[in-house]
């Protein structure tokens, strides 16, 4: 055995595990045993450049080096060329902070992803974690929540709602229990922030959400946590043991007089528990139902209490305000989307994965700067942002700033930043009426325009799609069914189908065997 024992660091990280980095991190821990090389293996997060998972990386006096996408057939040529010493090898990628995808980044909320051991609390505190936790002990509730409200950041869940407004209200209003509660439902398509955190830098979630108690006076938390995340589960579980066990949980956090502990909940499936009212049923054992509004969760939450309700996103981005301060995150950005947007490059992408910069930067940077086209090669035809509500944007509108109004000017949204490509062969009449299948399948029915408007919808594009009778008959009944779910629905879910739906005419109004994008009643 050599004296000293290599680090390397394999993602335990869902994306990287589906592309097999288990049995890379198995294969590496064998041939070592083989040559009789110590080596000492880190599960960290993923650095979330996916097309290169399972990225590996390797500590050396010079600092990390990267290799991937390694497959365990790569692990014996990679003993071969000392890769545990960072030598060369075709899958050498040389420093990952050097990789321009990554380089070019702002990373704030995901500062620590894919560096640190996700489970470790000393890697954490070591990488300066808990110093906003710290400095928020030393502040008075209103003074974090001015804080909060000053560095102008917005609900990352995709109302994009101030998040100090929401905590300012919380605190003022007077309870005997209050609740701070993480929405982890994470249900848009093309969407892996919320779970990228949780199970790369489970902490920084954990710190957010105990900066936002002690701002409003809760005591207990819950992370509502959609079950298809089961490694997400684990990490955070983990996580939450290690914050007890080091006091930053439990009922003197760090020593002083604030108590706050946290429960993960896990969902059962259901897209509409992503909506917070629904979420708080869910939470309270009842079936995930919209609530009406108001009163606001903010007043009267889970069980009628006063309830922070936030997205992972928001609450993971507490913990860089507090410690750079308000003043700092909120000299980045554009007008008044404000800090860092944590985008998801998804769908038929050559370059995949994460990417977190300030707002502003155009849809075309994002696509075809970091995502280099279609993985397919064929040309670009449509992007959807913003998740299943989300509006599809044709490449001449890739000038539009990732900011929430501009994407509002353009009868769009930023939503929870996911971006998914498609190239040519998309044939966007589908798209609309699947906008609508989805909406009918996961439609919480209590209210009538979603309820039955979402099945009359699928039915009018099928006769559209099947070029039956009168066609400007069923346009304009098509115009009214969006104007009556746009503006008679109880949530965004019947209220924001539209968006996909009418995008997909104004824009691609051939695929629907039209000239222009123009329908009756609507524009
Ligand atoms: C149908 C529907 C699904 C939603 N799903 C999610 C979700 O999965 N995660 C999330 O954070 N917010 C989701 N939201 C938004 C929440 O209702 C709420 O605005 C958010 O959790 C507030 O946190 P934020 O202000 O930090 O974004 C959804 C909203 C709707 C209408
Ligand atoms: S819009 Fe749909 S999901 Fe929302 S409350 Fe109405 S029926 Fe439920």
Known sequence: MS????????????????????????AIAAEARRRGREVRIVRNGSRGMYWLEPMVEVATPAGRIAYGPVATADVASLFAADFLSGGPHPLELGSPEEIPYLKSQ?????????????????????????????????MAGDQIVEEMVASGLRGRGGAGFPAGIKWRTTLQTAADQKYIVCNADEGDSGTFADRMIMEGDPFVLIEGMTIAAIAVGATRGYIYLRSEYPHALVSLNAALDAARRGGYLGSDILGGDKAFD???????????????????????GKRGMVRFKPPLPAIAGLFGKPTVVNNVVTLASVPIILDRGAAFYNALGTGRSRGTLTIQLAGNVKRPGLIELPFGVTLGEIVNGYGGGTATGRPIRAVQVGGPLGAYFPESLFDTPLDYEAFAAHKGL????????????????????????????????KCTPCRIGSTRGVEILDRIIANGRDREAEFALLGDLCETLTHGSLCALGGLTPFPVLSAIRHFPGDFGLESGDLPGTN
């Open 3 to 26: 004296a000293e024992a290599a680090t390397v660091y394999v993602p335990r990280d869902s994306g990287a595990l589906s592309l097999g980095a288990d049995a890379v991190a198995e």
């Open 106 to 138: 702002t990373r704030l909320t995901f500062a620590r992803v894919g560096i640190t051991d996700p489970v470790s609390l000393d890697d954490y505190v070591a990488h300066g974690g808990y110093r906003g936790l710290r400095r928020a002990l030393a």
């Open 262 to 284: 946290i429960e993960v909940r896990l969902g059962a499936g259901a897209y509409i528990c992503g909506e917070e009212t629904a979420m708080l049923e869910s939470l309270e």
């Open 414 to 445: 930023v939503g929870h930043g996911g971006i998914v490509v498609f190239d040519d062969t998309v044939e966007m009449a589908r798209m609309a009426r699947w906008a609508f299948e989805f909406c009918a399948i996961e439609s919480c029915g």
